[in-house]
């Protein structure tokens, strides 16, 4: 099967082929993925970097700024990139690979971030036999941040096999807009940082504008970051993942959907569980209308998880989820 689930994951942190500077890292395992943690090292670089076959502490001093202690809560700027060591170190067996994307929050709160390894030729991809450090790169596009060590913003998910691709199943996700209600939410251009470890802590009137349409359509405007949902409910059974994976430029001049994994039980209800859909538009303003399609929702079998799937139980945080903002929000 393509992806490990939550036991097979464990097996791995069991064989020491996952392990972490934490004591535990048990706490961090999700029904088909694990949360990876800041470290306490962290620097503000120049720019945003590659290594190919270069150390990435020989690229740390040629790009870093300035160092910072995440010890303590510390604030990373808006539009300013940060390059953080994580906790978590690999020693990958030969037939599994790893690939990382944000987590819903980090997705939410715009904060564009990718991990990048040792000697690594491309962002997010963890390759087989992988052996040594993650980092990950933060970038806060709309809000300026606050973290502190062992704050997950990112996840990672493994792959078994060479068959990566193999889906179950695929469907199309386009976005939902109607008139005369709360369709969408724009973040607000000047407001106060966001400390991530508070949680229903913040105004949302603060931070967001919301957008009421006249029609089934509105504008989305150049460099905005937009919050909206699917128009579909999604479910995801607890022998699938799924991925969502946005279409290509011919659809649209926007990107969506910075956080696009689902995990094992996701919306298993009755009726399902809309996506939200992080969208922001580049190069010129953009008319979107209801029922626009956005991205394809892929799904990947893995072995039945019989228990702790995403939910209340494991106090997943968008399980119920419809126009919903960062947890962060009250």
Partial sequence: M???NREQILALINKKKIYSNKSSI????QPASLDLTLSNKCYRIKASFIPNNIKISKVIKELSLTNIDLNKSSLLEKNCIYLCELNERLILPYDIMGKSNPK???GR???FTRVITESGKEYDYVDYNYKGKLYLEIIPQSFTIIVKKNISLNQ????RGKNKDREVKQFNISVSIKKNQITAYKAKKITSAIDLNKVKFYKANK???KIIPKENYFIIE????YILRSKEKIKIKNNQAAELEPFKDSFGNFRVHYAGFFDPGFGNNKYGTPAVLELRAYDTP???RDGQLVGQLNYYKIDEIKNNTYGIKIKSNYFNQNLKLAKQFK
Avoid: A, G
Avoid at 26 to 29: E, F, L
């Fill in 222 to 225: 150049k460099d905005e970051f």
């Fill in 26 to 29: 048990r706490d961090q395992i």
């Fill in 207 to 209: 931070y967001w504008e």
């Fill in 2 to 4: 393509p992806y490990l």
């Fill in 104 to 106: 819903s929050t980090t």
């Fill in 286 to 288: 953009f008319i979107i």
């Fill in 109 to 111: 709160l715009d904060i």
């Fill in 156 to 159: 990672i998910r493994f792959f």
